[in-house]
């Protein structure tokens, strides 16, 4: 299982921008996704996650700015970030929780993260 994500970028406050995760591989299916970021000398949080049948969660800090969606059949979460503050500036990192088929234990996968840079 290989996760990519893209779309990060830089943007001005107020600016929008909507990375992509996408899951490749065989013979798994993807029960829980969600994005996580990491700010230099900050723990990494989370931002927003997703279950398989897109029941959502998001941190306190982006409610009412993010959006995470997800396309099952494509294994593609997105993550639409509007309304963008400098204090959004970090490494997003998306992350999935998987079965491999014939296996009952769930393992977690990781991204290699994309950088969004919001500028005041």
């Known amino acids: 299982v290989q996760l990519q994500a893209s779309g990060g970028g830089l943007v001005q406050a107020g600016g929008s921008l909507r990375p992509s995760c996408v899951v490749s591989g065989s013979l798994f299916r993807v029960v829980n996704m969600g994005w996580y970021r990491q700010a230099p000398g900050k723990q990494r949080e989370l931002v927003a996650g997703?279950?398989?049948?897109?029941?959502?969660n998001y941190a306190d800090s982006v409610k009412g700015r993010f959006t995470v969606v997800r396309d099952n059949a494509k294994n593609t979460m997105f993550l639409q970030m509007n309304s963008l503050k400098p204090e959004d500036t970090a490494v997003y990192y998306c992350?999935?929780?998987?079965?491999?088929?014939?296996?009952?234990?769930?393992?977690?996968?990781w991204g290699q993260g994309t950088q969004v840079t919001v500028s005041s």
């Open positions: 992350k999935i929780e998987a079965q491999r088929v014939g296996v009952v234990r769930v393992s977690e996968y």
């Open positions: 997703i279950t398989r049948d897109s029941i959502t």
